[in-house]
Nanobody, 119 residues
Framework: QVQLVESGGGLVQPGGSLRLSCAASRNIFSIRVMGWYRQAPGKQRELVAGIRSGGSTNYADSVKGRFTISRDVGENTVYLQMNNLKPEDTAVYYC?????????????WGQGTQVTVSS
């Protein structure tokens, strides 16, 4: 099992920055993919960014060049640096851990943290 605890959300003006943190309860090297998802009111949850155990990353097109996912293996923590925030980035952001075998994946989710971009 993996427990995930997010922090760092809040209210920010357009063009501002926030950094989200996700602390995992076990060594993140053992987790296939750590990711950040978001869900806006009335919309489906969508992938924002992911980082694999080997270190490769991927991003949604809407956040490329603005958001950066990173990790601190010693702290078992994954970060999402969000710059040049836009109102459409407003959502609840969830940390995700994908574990298990290729044919039998297991997902774990954090409780979510609210990000609101508004003037």
């Amino acid at each position: 099992q993996v427990q995930l605890v997010e922090s760092g959300g809040g209210l920010v003006q357009p063009g501002g920055s926030l950094r989200l943190s996700c602390a995992a309860s076990r060594n993140i090297f053992s987790i296939r993919v750590m990711g950040w998802y978001r869900q806006a009111p009335g919309k489906q949850r969508e992938l924002v960014a992911g980082i694999r155990s080997g270190g490769s990353t991927n991003y949604a097109d809407s956040v490329k060049g603005r958001f950066t996912i990173s990790r601190d293996v010693g702290e078992n923590t994954v970060y999402l640096q969000m710059n040049n925030l836009k109102p459409e980035d407003t959502a609840v952001y969830y940390c995700n851990a994908l574990t298990g075998a290729i044919g039998a994946p297991i997902d774990y989710w954090g409780q979510g943290t609210q990000v609101t971009v508004s003037s």
